[in-house]
């Protein structure tokens, strides 16, 4: 789905575990974007990054998640210690620089990752 | 705390005809909006912008009207086709330090559209 690349597709955890979820943004695009949706609701913001930098990550619990885009390779979510209320759908977005006067680009999202917490 | 709001959870509409979906937002800083097509098992899909300072962007058979005094925009489909029948989400965008901007979503308006 335009060409941003997200794996696992599913994941499946139990409480306590890990789960780290991967990015890959569509080519030339140096923003990404982690967006949450859980079920019945729409999606929500949680972090914005550029490579080796988080820009803004106001929408992310305080505890137990993290995200990070290095310079190699993909943008990962991480959460430890999972629990039940984590289970939802993770989206990544990305999108090229904005065109000046700070005007955004449109996000191209993923497929998502839909995380189950047993 | 819901700043961009969809009233209709769900819409039916004769194939042919005319599918108006609406969406309602209370912050005055958003500088843009979309609307986003979303499929089961898909991430969401870019169909249509608009900048707050215009009123009106169409693409093909896709339009979108944006009322700023009202903070309401609408999303038209004119012919509506089976192929349309997705779930649509309204975002409204404000920038970021750093050159990017956060979309907040309104919670989706699922269109059947029958033959």
């Known amino acids: 789905n335009a060409g941003v690349m997200q794996n696992p597709r599913h994941l499946v955890r139990r409480r306590g575990q890990e789960a780290r979820l991967r990015c890959s943004p569509m080519?030339?695009?140096?923003?990404v974007y982690w967006y949450r949706q859980l079920p019945e609701e729409g999606l929500k913001f949680m972090v914005y990054?550029?490579?080796?930098?988080?820009?803004?990550e106001s929408g992310m619990p305080k505890e137990r998640f993290s995200a990070e885009f290095p310079k190699e390779g993909p943008s990962i979510l991480r959460i430890q210690q999972v629990v039940r209320g984590d289970s939802a759908a993770y989206f990544c977005?990305?999108?090229?620089?904005?065109?000046?006067?700070?005007?955004?680009?449109?996000?191209?999202f993923g497929d998502g990752t839909r995380l189950s917490i047993l | 705390d819901q700043q961009v709001k969809q009233n209709s959870p769900s819409l039916s509409v004769q194939e042919g005809r005319i599918s108006i979906l609406n969406c309602d937002y209370t912050n005055s800083m958003f500088d843009y909006f979309l609307w986003y097509k979303k499929y089961p098992a898909e991430g969401p899909t870019f169909l249509i912008s608009?900048?707050?300072?215009?009123d009106k962007n169409e693409d093909g058979r896709f339009t979108v009207f944006l009322n700023k005094s009202a903070k309401h925009l609408s999303l038209h489909i004119v012919p509506s086709q089976p192929g349309d029948s997705a779930v649509y989400f309204c975002a409204a965008s404000a920038r970021l330090t750093g050159g990017g901007n956060k979309l907040t979503f309104g919670t989706g308006t699922q269109l059947k559209v029958e033959l």
């Open positions: 990054l550029q490579k080796e930098n988080i820009i803004d």
């Open positions: 608009i900048s707050s300072i215009k």
């Open positions: 977005a990305s999108s090229p620089p904005g065109i000046g006067r700070g005007i955004g680009q449109p996000q191209h």
């Open positions: 080519k030339g695009h140096s923003h």
